[in-house]
């Protein structure tokens, strides 16, 4: 018997997705905070798209449906995380860009 790593694959394509779902709102704290503190949140949005893309299916839904939901719980996630370090982000003053 042959082992072919198709689940393999797909749940790795799977969990990719949720990470750069959870990237697209850092991608805006990104512009927003007009680049401060950006680098060291970028694992922690995708580290966030992760988790909560697989906490819809550990609480168990499956199949289509349950899919999309976790796509949008990525999104979500990210946009926590994404909005956590846009308030911690320093902005100048006037005074300090001139």
Known sequence: M?????????????????????????????????????LTALPLAFLAGVGGGAFVPALGA?????????????????ALAATFVARRATFPTRKELS
């Open 2 to 38: 042959t082992y072919l790593p198709w689940e393999s694959i797909a749940l790795l394509a799977v969990l990719v997705l949720w990470g750069f779902i959870g990237l697209a709102p850092w991608c805006v704290a990104l512009f927003v905070t007009r680049g401060r503190r950006a």
């Open 62 to 78: 499956k199949g289509g449906l349950g899919f999309g939901i976790s796509l949008l719980a990525a999104l979500a996630a990210g």
